[in-house]
């Protein structure tokens, strides 16, 4: 497994060893972090996964029909704005840049 984490990881431009992965995996480096953002989820009341958090309070489930997700996208879209922001990575401690790249890759089709 912690093969396949490093192998990953380097796909993403990160280079850790193996050895790296499972010393952090065994260490409690993260742990405040971790237990911070359970408390969040807790206080929104998400106990399982898929659940989408919009602009850091609106609980979206997984499995709602797709017309919810369209609607809460469409007020945004109404606002102009977006409230709140990436909620989990202030709790995770995720820097600002890391959270402007985006997690989400981009295909680009040959026109």
Do not use: C
Not at 15 to 38: D, P, V
Not at 48 to 66: L, R
Not at 96 to 107: C, K, L, Y
């Amino acid at each position: 497994m912690a093969q396949v984490a490093a192998e990953e990881l380097l796909k993403h431009g990160y280079k850790m060893s193996e050895e790296e992965i499972l010393q952090f995996l065994e260490s409690n480096q993260g742990r405040k972090e971790i237990e911070r953002t359970l408390e969040a989820l807790n206080e929104l009341g998400i106990h399982s996964i898929p659940k989408f958090v919009v602009e850091g309070h609106t609980v979206i489930d997984g499995a709602a029909h797709w017309r919810h997700h369209v609607e809460v996208f469409r007020e945004i879209e109404r606002r102009g704005s977006i409230r709140g922001g990436p909620v989990f990575g202030k709790l995770l401690g995720v820097s600002e840049d890391i959270v402007a790249q985006g997690s989400h890759e981009r295909v680009l089709k040959a026109a």
